[in-house]
């Protein structure tokens, strides 16, 4: 069962977005702002990172840098979440190190197959 790392502050979005992983069969670990993702991300070992931008304490975007800076997490894959739909926001995703891009509010099937291209073994 693949491990997701769900890097979300909105409590809604993550009790929702949660529970339809689970139920695709994705075992899920939460945190609540982009320092505690880089930490958990480190502890957890997850097979992909799902990072919303705009978090407090370390945005999605340094969050992400920090990932990819360190060895340790450098190979998880990470999609970026972000109500921000404009080509420019997702060219910074990218940037930051992100491997793909996805806008709010999720659409399931669409964010899934992105989840599947990324986590190895998964298609």
Partial sequence: MPKILLVEDNEMN??????????NGF???IAVNGQEGVDMAASEHP???LMDMSLPV???WDATRRLKANPATASIPVIAL???????DKEK???AGCNDFDTKPIELP??????K???PGSQ
Avoid at 14 to 23: E, F, G, N, Q, T
């Fill in 47 to 49: 097979d992909l990172i």
């Fill in 27 to 29: 075992e899920v670990v």
């Fill in 93 to 95: 995703a990218l940037e």
């Fill in 58 to 60: 370390l945005d999605g």
């Fill in 110 to 115: 669409r964010l899934l197959e992105k989840m």
């Fill in 14 to 23: 993550r009790d929702m977005l949660s529970r339809r992983l689970i139920r």
């Fill in 82 to 88: 972000t109500a921000h739909a404009m080509p420019a």
């Fill in 117 to 119: 291209a990324l986590i």
